[in-house]
Protein backbone atom coordinates (compact mmCIF):
# COMPACT_ATOMS: atom_id res chain seq x y z
CA UNK A 1 0.00 0.00 0.00
CA UNK A 2 1.90 3.46 -1.07
CA UNK A 3 2.57 5.77 1.59
CA UNK A 4 0.66 9.36 1.71
CA UNK A 5 0.97 12.29 3.87
CA UNK A 6 -1.44 13.00 6.71
CA UNK A 7 -3.33 15.44 4.46
CA UNK A 8 -3.85 12.84 2.06
CA UNK A 9 -7.89 11.05 1.30
CA UNK A 10 -9.98 10.29 4.21
CA UNK A 11 -9.50 8.78 7.89
CA UNK A 12 -12.02 6.03 8.59
CA UNK A 13 -13.56 8.47 10.83
CA UNK A 14 -14.40 11.02 8.01
CA UNK A 15 -15.82 8.62 5.64
CA UNK A 16 -17.70 6.95 7.98
CA UNK A 17 -19.53 10.31 9.01
CA UNK A 18 -19.42 10.88 5.22
CA UNK A 19 -21.32 8.12 4.32
CA UNK A 20 -22.92 7.26 6.94
CA UNK A 21 -21.59 3.97 8.09
CA UNK A 22 -19.97 2.87 11.44
CA UNK A 23 -16.37 2.04 11.22
CA UNK A 24 -17.13 -1.25 12.36
CA UNK A 25 -18.62 -1.60 8.91
CA UNK A 26 -15.47 -0.28 6.99
CA UNK A 27 -13.42 -2.20 8.97
CA UNK A 28 -15.19 -5.29 8.30
CA UNK A 29 -15.45 -4.45 4.55
CA UNK A 30 -11.59 -4.05 4.64
CA UNK A 31 -11.01 -7.46 5.96
CA UNK A 32 -12.95 -9.20 3.58
CA UNK A 33 -11.38 -7.21 1.00
CA UNK A 34 -15.06 -5.76 -0.44
CA UNK A 35 -13.26 -1.98 -0.12
CA UNK A 36 -9.69 -1.21 1.17
CA UNK A 37 -8.29 1.69 1.45
CA UNK A 38 -5.54 2.38 -1.28
CA UNK A 39 -3.25 4.80 0.91
CA UNK A 40 -1.53 4.60 4.23
CA UNK A 41 0.05 7.69 6.30
CA UNK A 42 3.69 7.68 7.95
CA UNK A 43 2.26 6.68 10.50
CA UNK A 44 0.44 3.39 9.12
CA UNK A 45 -3.25 4.81 9.81
CA UNK A 46 -4.79 3.67 6.25
CA UNK A 47 -7.09 6.35 4.02
CA UNK A 48 -9.59 6.61 1.55
CA UNK A 49 -8.87 8.31 -1.91
CA UNK A 50 -11.98 9.86 -4.22
CA UNK A 51 -11.42 6.35 -5.79
CA UNK A 52 -11.90 4.30 -2.54
CA UNK A 53 -14.57 6.82 -1.65
CA UNK A 54 -16.90 6.48 -4.77
CA UNK A 55 -16.42 2.31 -4.67
CA UNK A 56 -18.17 3.16 -0.73
CA UNK A 57 -20.71 4.91 -2.06
CA UNK A 58 -22.02 2.26 -4.80
CA UNK A 59 -21.46 -0.32 -1.98
CA UNK A 60 -23.94 1.79 0.52
CA UNK A 61 -25.87 2.19 -2.65
CA UNK A 62 -26.14 -1.47 -2.86
CA UNK A 63 -26.80 -2.26 0.65
CA UNK A 64 -29.76 0.11 1.14
CA UNK A 65 -31.64 -1.93 -2.01
CA UNK A 66 -30.92 -5.11 -0.20
CA UNK A 67 -27.97 -7.39 -1.88
CA UNK A 68 -25.92 -9.18 0.26
CA UNK A 69 -22.09 -8.37 0.39
CA UNK A 70 -21.33 -11.43 -1.93
CA UNK A 71 -23.61 -9.77 -4.55
CA UNK A 72 -22.59 -6.32 -4.06
CA UNK A 73 -18.69 -7.79 -4.72
CA UNK A 74 -19.81 -9.50 -7.74
CA UNK A 75 -21.74 -6.57 -9.44
CA UNK A 76 -18.71 -4.55 -8.61
CA UNK A 77 -16.26 -6.83 -10.11
CA UNK A 78 -17.11 -9.04 -12.18
CA UNK A 79 -17.21 -7.52 -15.61
CA UNK A 80 -19.65 -10.22 -16.85
CA UNK A 81 -21.82 -9.74 -14.02
CA UNK A 82 -25.96 -9.06 -15.00
CA UNK A 83 -26.60 -6.01 -12.93
CA UNK A 84 -29.99 -4.80 -14.98
CA UNK A 85 -30.73 -8.35 -13.60
CA UNK A 86 -29.52 -8.26 -10.12
CA UNK A 87 -31.43 -5.11 -9.65
CA UNK A 88 -34.51 -5.90 -11.37
CA UNK A 89 -34.46 -9.48 -9.03
CA UNK A 90 -33.85 -7.54 -6.04
CA UNK A 91 -36.76 -5.35 -7.44
CA UNK A 92 -39.01 -8.30 -7.24
CA UNK A 93 -38.08 -9.12 -3.74
CA UNK A 94 -38.38 -5.48 -2.54
CA UNK A 95 -42.28 -5.55 -4.57
CA UNK A 96 -42.80 -8.70 -2.55
CA UNK A 97 -42.24 -6.85 1.14
CA UNK A 98 -44.12 -4.14 0.06
CA UNK A 99 -46.69 -6.30 -0.57
CA UNK A 100 -46.37 -8.34 2.92
CA UNK A 101 -46.04 -4.75 4.84
CA UNK A 102 -48.83 -3.47 3.08
CA UNK A 103 -50.87 -6.61 4.42
CA UNK A 104 -49.45 -6.55 7.76
CA UNK A 105 -50.83 -2.92 7.95
CA UNK A 106 -54.76 -3.68 7.05
CA UNK A 107 -54.29 -6.45 9.67
CA UNK A 108 -53.47 -3.68 12.32
CA UNK A 109 -56.05 -1.56 11.07
CA UNK A 110 -58.60 -3.98 11.50
CA UNK A 111 -57.23 -4.77 15.03
CA UNK A 112 -57.07 -1.55 15.88
CA UNK A 113 -60.66 -0.96 14.85
CA UNK A 114 -61.92 -4.11 16.40
CA UNK A 115 -60.44 -3.00 20.19
CA UNK A 116 -62.30 0.14 19.88
CA UNK A 117 -65.26 -0.74 18.42
CA UNK A 118 -65.96 -4.85 18.89
CA UNK A 119 -67.68 -5.67 15.35
CA UNK A 120 -66.07 -4.77 12.43
CA UNK A 121 -69.41 -4.27 10.39
CA UNK A 122 -71.88 -1.64 9.42
CA UNK A 123 -75.55 -1.38 11.31
CA UNK A 124 -77.22 -2.79 8.29
CA UNK A 125 -74.85 -5.74 8.29
CA UNK A 126 -76.09 -6.33 11.81
CA UNK A 127 -78.89 -6.22 11.76
CA UNK A 128 -79.19 -8.29 8.57
CA UNK A 129 -76.95 -11.22 10.51
CA UNK A 130 -78.13 -10.68 14.22
CA UNK A 131 -81.75 -10.18 13.48
CA UNK A 132 -84.07 -7.05 14.36
CA UNK A 133 -83.78 -7.09 17.91
CA UNK A 134 -80.03 -6.40 17.94
CA UNK A 135 -79.35 -3.06 18.94
CA UNK A 136 -76.27 -1.60 17.12
CA UNK A 137 -75.12 0.35 20.01
CA UNK A 138 -74.83 -2.74 21.86
CA UNK A 139 -70.83 -2.96 20.84
CA UNK A 140 -70.27 0.55 21.86
CA UNK A 141 -71.95 -0.27 25.40
CA UNK A 142 -69.95 -3.42 25.73
CA UNK A 143 -66.82 -1.42 25.08
CA UNK A 144 -67.55 1.25 27.64
CA UNK A 145 -68.33 -1.36 30.01
CA UNK A 146 -65.80 -3.95 29.55
CA UNK A 147 -62.57 -2.33 27.53
CA UNK A 148 -60.40 -2.70 30.18
CA UNK A 149 -61.28 -5.84 30.33
CA UNK A 150 -59.10 -9.32 28.78
CA UNK A 151 -61.97 -10.70 27.71
CA UNK A 152 -62.27 -7.49 25.62
CA UNK A 153 -59.14 -8.08 24.18
CA UNK A 154 -59.75 -11.33 23.39
CA UNK A 155 -63.53 -10.61 21.70
CA UNK A 156 -61.30 -8.00 19.65
CA UNK A 157 -58.80 -10.05 18.72
CA UNK A 158 -61.50 -12.65 17.21
CA UNK A 159 -63.04 -9.94 15.59
CA UNK A 160 -60.55 -8.97 14.03
CA UNK A 161 -60.58 -11.94 12.08
CA UNK A 162 -64.22 -12.44 11.14
CA UNK A 163 -65.61 -10.97 8.29
CA UNK A 164 -70.23 -11.10 7.84
CA UNK A 165 -69.75 -14.81 7.03
CA UNK A 166 -68.15 -15.73 10.15
CA UNK A 167 -70.40 -13.63 11.99
CA UNK A 168 -73.36 -15.17 10.51
CA UNK A 169 -72.27 -19.24 11.59
CA UNK A 170 -71.58 -17.14 15.05
CA UNK A 171 -75.32 -15.55 14.61
CA UNK A 172 -76.80 -19.08 13.86
CA UNK A 173 -75.12 -21.05 16.46
CA UNK A 174 -76.49 -18.58 19.07
CA UNK A 175 -79.94 -18.64 17.36
CA UNK A 176 -80.09 -22.05 17.44
CA UNK A 177 -78.82 -22.33 21.50
CA UNK A 178 -81.65 -19.86 21.95
CA UNK A 179 -84.22 -21.56 20.14
CA UNK A 180 -83.56 -25.00 22.15
CA UNK A 181 -83.43 -23.04 25.61
CA UNK A 182 -87.03 -21.38 24.55
CA UNK A 183 -87.95 -24.75 23.86
CA UNK A 184 -86.47 -26.33 26.61
CA UNK A 185 -88.45 -24.11 28.94
CA UNK A 186 -91.82 -24.62 27.18
CA UNK A 187 -91.06 -28.67 27.71
CA UNK A 188 -91.02 -27.73 31.68
CA UNK A 189 -87.09 -29.12 31.45
CA UNK A 190 -85.89 -28.30 35.38
CA UNK A 191 -83.30 -26.51 36.70
CA UNK A 192 -80.51 -28.79 37.52
CA UNK A 193 -81.66 -31.64 35.17
CA UNK A 194 -79.56 -33.12 32.42
CA UNK A 195 -81.07 -31.48 29.66
CA UNK A 196 -81.00 -28.22 32.05
CA UNK A 197 -76.95 -28.72 32.53
CA UNK A 198 -76.77 -30.24 28.74
CA UNK A 199 -78.00 -26.33 27.84
CA UNK A 200 -75.78 -24.24 30.33
CA UNK A 201 -72.39 -26.27 28.95
CA UNK A 202 -73.80 -25.70 25.40
CA UNK A 203 -73.98 -21.95 25.88
CA UNK A 204 -70.42 -21.90 27.31
CA UNK A 205 -69.28 -23.82 23.56
CA UNK A 206 -71.39 -21.27 21.81
CA UNK A 207 -70.37 -18.22 23.57
CA UNK A 208 -66.62 -19.16 23.45
CA UNK A 209 -66.91 -17.91 20.11
CA UNK A 210 -66.87 -14.11 22.04
CA UNK A 211 -64.00 -15.40 24.65
CA UNK A 212 -63.74 -18.42 26.90
CA UNK A 213 -66.21 -18.72 29.65
CA UNK A 214 -65.57 -19.81 33.05
CA UNK A 215 -68.62 -20.99 35.05
CA UNK A 216 -68.19 -18.43 37.65
CA UNK A 217 -68.34 -15.68 34.32
CA UNK A 218 -71.30 -17.50 33.55
CA UNK A 219 -73.24 -17.01 36.27
CA UNK A 220 -72.03 -13.50 36.43
CA UNK A 221 -73.55 -13.25 32.81
CA UNK A 222 -76.81 -15.15 33.18
CA UNK A 223 -77.41 -12.39 36.07
CA UNK A 224 -76.89 -9.62 33.57
CA UNK A 225 -79.22 -11.01 31.33
CA UNK A 226 -81.90 -11.44 33.72
CA UNK A 227 -81.25 -7.86 35.12
CA UNK A 228 -80.06 -5.56 32.22
CA UNK A 229 -83.32 -3.74 30.69
CA UNK A 230 -81.67 -4.58 27.07
CA UNK A 231 -80.87 -8.29 27.41
CA UNK A 232 -83.95 -8.99 29.17
CA UNK A 233 -86.28 -7.63 26.65
CA UNK A 234 -84.10 -9.75 24.37
CA UNK A 235 -84.51 -13.21 25.97
CA UNK A 236 -88.25 -12.22 27.36
CA UNK A 237 -89.02 -11.26 23.68
CA UNK A 238 -88.19 -15.19 22.37
CA UNK A 239 -90.22 -15.84 25.35
CA UNK A 240 -91.58 -13.89 28.23
CA UNK A 241 -89.53 -15.20 31.29
CA UNK A 242 -87.00 -16.73 29.53
CA UNK A 243 -83.99 -14.46 31.00
CA UNK A 244 -85.12 -15.56 34.41
CA UNK A 245 -85.31 -18.93 33.10
CA UNK A 246 -82.01 -19.23 32.20
CA UNK A 247 -80.47 -17.76 35.06
CA UNK A 248 -81.75 -20.29 37.39
CA UNK A 249 -81.01 -23.52 35.07
CA UNK A 250 -77.26 -21.88 35.13
CA UNK A 251 -77.07 -20.93 39.09
CA UNK A 252 -78.48 -24.82 39.40
CA UNK A 253 -75.39 -26.01 37.26
CA UNK A 254 -72.85 -24.07 39.34
CA UNK A 255 -73.86 -25.40 42.45
CA UNK A 256 -73.62 -29.03 41.05
CA UNK A 257 -69.83 -27.68 40.15
CA UNK A 258 -68.93 -26.53 43.92
CA UNK A 259 -69.85 -22.58 42.77
CA UNK A 260 -72.00 -20.38 45.25
CA UNK A 261 -73.62 -18.27 42.97
CA UNK A 262 -74.40 -15.56 45.28
CA UNK A 263 -70.59 -15.22 45.71
CA UNK A 264 -69.66 -15.98 42.25
CA UNK A 265 -66.72 -13.26 40.57
CA UNK A 266 -65.95 -12.63 37.48
CA UNK A 267 -63.09 -14.80 36.89
Keep these: MPDATDTDGLTVGQVSARLGVTVRALHHWDEIGLARPSLRTAA ?10 ERLHRIVVYREIGLGLDRIRDVLDDSAADVPGALRAQRAQVAERIDRL ?3 GAGLDRMIDAHERGLLLTAEQQA ?37 EEWQAVADAMTGFERALGEAMDAGVAPGSPEADQLVERHREVFASYFPLTRQMQVCLARMYEADPGFAAHYDGIRPGLAAWFRRIVDACARAHGIDPDTAAWE
Design 44 to 53: GYRLYTAGDL
Design 102 to 104: QRL
Design 128 to 164: EIFGPRWDPDWPAQARRRYGDTAQWRQYAERSASRGP
